[in-house]
């Protein structure tokens, strides 16, 4: 199993969400989060003088697939997510040794 997390902007998420219900991915979740990378923030200016914004607003989204499941939902979430600008994010994909569903006590791929 692997937990893929994205890191994307605040008006893609419904694309997103929407193109992996579309492949069949039900469960998921969004937190929102405040990071930068290579984009570094910009500077604002509020009643006249001027500030540096080094954290911008960013959306978390973390799914939990199968094996198989992972590169296509990797690939989908690039098509949907891109928009070709610095920002757009990043993908993190890690092993996950084991998933417990709390109510039922299944576990593995049972759990997803």
């Known amino acids: ?11 893609k998420l419904e694309e997103v969400k929407d193109a992996l219900n579309e492949i069949g991915i039900k469960g998921m979740t969004v937190t929102e989060v405040r ?10 200016t509020y009643r006249g003088a001027e500030y540096s914004v080094d954290f911008l607003p960013k959306v978390k989204l973390e799914v939990v697939v199968s094996d198989g499941e992972a590169q296509t939902v990797i690939d989908k ?11 757009d994010g990043k993908i993190f994909v890690s092993e996950l040794a084991e998933v417990v569903r709390i109510r039922t006590g299944e576990t593995a791929a049972d759990a997803i």
Request: cysteine-free; overall charge positive; glycine content about 16%.
């Open 35 to 44: 990071g930068f990378g290579r984009q570094r923030g910009h500077t604002e």
């Open 1 to 11: 199993m692997k937990k893929i997390e994205a890191i994307l902007r605040h008006f």
């Open 77 to 87: 979430i690039m098509t949907v997510a891109r928009t070709g600008q610095v920002g």
